[in-house]
């Protein structure tokens, strides 16, 4: 339960609290403890003038100073003049009660991937989804959810508000596979909001498998990342949002804008709706309502 006496220091103040309760006499502890008894009966001298200075000096730095070390600290007092090294000056903080306290780790938290990493073969078959940060120009902040087919490129969400919590997420993720189907496979980072128990619980039940990409690696989330580029340089970067309305018009436009009209690159130039119009229906997994016949051919319907 106690820390282990190994320094002669702690050898000593155990003989002391030993004989000080009575249980041996000074001989005794210093046999049962392996002590010298000249060590037992040592007794420092006082601190000297220049001594009681230093300790002064030290206090004052360490006050000024509170996320200094005692190297960075014996390197100030060096500065000054105060011939003393790292050691001294390790000593003299520890006698002061003086120790920086350790910078408190963050706790990553990942999610537990259900799904192997896959690559799309098919509408349907890998849908991702991420946040993107804005801010108005007034400086509120907009987050914005976005969910997107690997497959089809195509953006069935594009949802912003000042915030949004794991319920927000999980209710637009409703109203995306109510329209679009349900997809096979969820990639996503290790985001608070993707790893909840209660969106993990509700895709478990409904059979949608888990991708979580490794942290701090955003490239094995590609799709999502390219597309927010092309989201950041031509709507966000075009435009000055003022407020949260104007915000939800201008990016839902762009939206539909994205899915309609604007070619894509690896689609053959198409857009990714008529891409998606040119594709045979794929099945939803069980327990998850179908799309509404045609499969896909309701991508103007606009979630609001």
């Not at 007794?43 to 960075?72: D, F, H, I, M, V």
């Not at 991702?128 to 801010?135: H, M, P, S």
């Not at 490129?153 to 000042?162: F, S």
């Not at 690696?217 to 970067?237: A, I, Y």
Request: hydrophobic share 35%; glycine share 8%.
């Amino acid at each position: 339960m106690r820390k282990k006496v190994v320094s002669p220091a702690h050898r000593r103040a155990a003989a002391q609290q030993v004989v000080g309760a009575g249980l041996c006499s000074g001989r005794a502890a210093c046999r049962f403890l392996r002590l010298a008894r000249s060590t037992y009966r040592y007794r420092g001298r006082p601190a000297t003038a220049a001594e009681e200075q230093l300790q002064k000096r030290l206090r004052e730095l360490s006050e000024e100073n509170p996320r200094y070390g005692y190297r960075r600290i014996a390197a100030l007092l060096r500065q000054e003049g105060w011939p003393v090294g790292k050691r001294q000056i390790q000593r003299l903080r520890r006698l002061e009660g003086k120790r920086v306290p350790p910078t408190k780790r963050k706790l990553i938290r990942r999610g537990v991937s259900t799904g192997l990493p896959t690559t799309a073969t098919h509408r349907n078959h890998v849908w991702t989804w991420d946040f993107i940060a804005d801010a108005t120009v007034r400086g509120g902040p907009l987050r914005i959810l976005t969910i997107l087919d690997e497959y089809t490129r195509q953006c069935h969400v594009l949802r912003v508000d000042r915030a949004l919590r794991a319920q927000d997420v999980l209710a637009w993720l409703r109203k995306a596979i109510e329209q679009q189907g349900a997809p096979e496979y969820l990639r996503s980072d290790n985001g608070s909001e993707f790893i909840a128990r209660i969106v993990q619980r509700w895709l478990r039940e409904n059979h949608i498998k888990t991708i979580y990409i490794e942290p701090g690696s955003p490239w094995q989330n590609g799709f999502v990342e390219s597309f927010h580029g092309r989201f950041r340089d031509e709507c966000l970067n075009q435009e000055q949002l003022w407020t949260l309305t104007e915000a939800r018009v201008v990016i839902g436009d762009f939206r539909c804008k994205y899915n309609q009209q604007r070619p894509h690159s690896r689609l053959g130039y198409l857009s990714p709706e008529r891409f998606a119009a040119q594709l045979s229906p794929s099945p939803a997994p069980v327990g998850l309502r179908p799309p509404g016949a045609g499969d896909g051919q309701n991508q103007n319907q606009k979630l609001t």
